[in-house]
């Protein structure tokens, strides 16, 4: 059974930093694209993050370029978000995603309908 379970999220500061962790199983992690999207009360999921397969594309929204990161190591099967600099806007619940198998182009991970299968989530509240 495909499976996907977010950690590090929690309580931080504005301005401060959090890594998030996405750990897979039931799935071949290595031939899937990732992504990260984020949740606030009220509002739409989006896009946040996404990395190809392999690592060798990567794409970010606007409002988290140059504050966070995405990598992967598929020898562990997971993905991780650094998340550096945080404001309070970055309050939401953050699910990371699998989908796009063996997509190699960075800015298809954006479409949310490609994704296959979700993690539960993982609170990250952030406070000014």
């Known amino acids: 059974q495909e499976q996907l379970v977010e950690s590090g999220g929690g309580l931080v500061q504005a301005g401060g930093s959090l890594r998030l962790s996405c750990a897979a199983s039931g799935l071949t992690f290595s031939t899937y694209g990732m992504g990260w999207f984020r949740q606030a009360p009220g509002k739409e999921r989006q896009f946040v993050t996404g990395?190809?397969?392999?690592?060798?594309?990567?794409s970010y929204a606007d409002s988290v370029k140059g504050r966070f990161t995405i990598y992967r190591d598929n020898a562990k099967n997971t993905v991780y978000l650094e998340m550096n600099s945080l404001k309070p806007e970055d309050t939401a619940v953050y699910y990371c995603a699998a989908g796009f198998r063996w997509a190699s182009a960075g800015t298809r991970l954006r479409n949310i309908a490609g994704y296959e299968y979700w993690g539960q989530g993982t609170q990250v509240t952030v406070s000014s």
């Open positions: 990395i190809t397969w392999s690592g060798s594309s990567t």
